[in-house]
T-cell receptor, first 114, second 117 residues
């Protein structure tokens, strides 16, 4: 199995630009999670989906952040407009059917907003 | 929501020694406690987990213990090796049958473990 795939692995952008992060979950998994990791706040859950439907987006910091899951094999996290304080590592994770607490993380996207 | 605290934040041990990382949680309804290992430049990887109906679980050199009364759980690594060096995270969850927080993990702040050869 290829594991959770994220792209890009690194993204450097300027303040005000739109950023789109992408995730392909493990095939057959029905839960998908987006996390943000910073030194100050640790690992924070932003949003999660079940069967492509957003279940809990209470962790999304503000309206500049949005996430979609158009199908079972693809999800995006978009930041528009980006700000320097959005700089972090963003992880996508997925869980298999019947083991929804067991999350498998992708390698992450390191975002730097200048 | 749940609050998970993890100690110590850094831990240095000599190769072959044991390492212990401790976590406490606040929500007595939590019933699933995984541990993740994160190596530099990679995502967290699940290494062991325990559910509230079990007090201890072991997998080779790694063991986890759970005390539900005291609301704390610990990771024990025996015979440490340099490749055990990484950041370790504990987490807690109410699990799949607990309403709207289905599957939501609450993480500790992590412990940087360094094993010296």
């Amino acid at each position: 199995d290829a594991g959770v795939i994220q792209s890009p692995r690194h993204e450097v952008t300027e303040m005000g630009q739109e950023v789109t992060l992408r995730c392909k979950p493990i095939s057959g998994h029905d839960y998908l999670f987006w996390y943000r990791q910073t030194m100050m706040r640790g690992l924070e859950l932003l949003i999660y989906f079940n069967n492509n439907v957003p279940i809990d987006d209470s962790g999304m910091p503000e309206d500049r952040f949005s996430a979609k899951m158009p199908n079972a094999s693809f999800s995006t996290l978009k930041i528009q407009p980006s700000e320097p304080r959005d700089s972090a590592v963003y992880f996508c994770a997925s869980s298999p059917i019947g083991q929804r607490d067991t999350q498998y993380f992708g390698p992450g996207t390191r975002l730097t907003v200048l | 929501g749940e609050n998970v605290e993890q100690h110590p934040s850094t831990l240095s041990v000599q190769e072959g020694d044991s390492a212990v990382i401790k976590c406490t949680y606040s929500d007595s309804a939590s019933n699933y406690f995984p541990w993740y290992k994160q190596e530099l430049g990679k995502g967290p990887q699940l290494i062991i987990d325990i559910r509230s109906n079990v007090g201890e679980k072991k997998d080779q050199r790694i063991a986890v213990t759970l005390n539900k009364t005291a609301k704390h759980f610990s990771l024990h690594i025996t015979e440490t090796q340099p490749e055990d060096s990484a950041v370790y995270f504990c987490a807690a969850s109410k699990g799949a049958d607990r309403g709207s927080t289905l599957g939501r993990l609450y993480f500790g702040r992590g412990t940087q473990l360094t094993v010296w050869p």
